[in-house]
């Protein structure tokens, strides 16, 4: 069985820096996997955030978090990281780490994975 557990969140103020973990048990995630973060403040509809595929060279970022968030993969302990830098009030969310296995080539809607993890709370102060 596939668990996702996402780890790292927390208080940070505006301009600072957090870096959320996403490991994987069950399966490895260099196996065709496509990894993405997502978000969800309060009253609004979880949001893509980014995504690593080990189909492609190249991660996917929501335009809203370009140029300061990083996602990352560390095959040997089957984790993939959000980078988050240069944070903002507006990145306050609960944050989820999801995951599908083989190739399909959606990314950007919940419904393209098939895991989820809890969540971890991000809040950044002004």
């Known amino acids: 069985q596939v668990q996702l557990v996402e780890s790292g969140g927390g208080l940070v103020q505006a301009g600072g820096s957090l870096r959320l973990s996403c490991a994987a048990s069950?399966?490895?995630?260099?196996?065709?996997?496509?990894v993405g973060w997502f978000r969800q403040a309060p009253g609004m509809e979880r949001a893509f955030v980014a995504v690593i595929d080990w189909n492609s060279p190249n991660p996917q970022y929501a335009d809203s978090v370009k140029g300061r968030f990083t996602i990352s993969r560390d095959n040997a302990k089957n984790t993939v990281y959000l980078q988050m830098d240069s944070l903002k009030p507006e990145d306050t969310a609960v944050y989820y780490c999801a995951a599908r296995w083989g190739y399909s080539g959606r990314y950007y809607y919940s419904e393209d994975y098939d895991y989820w993890g809890q969540g971890t709370q991000v809040t950044v102060s002004s």
């Open positions: 069950g399966r490895t995630f260099s196996n065709a996997a496509m």
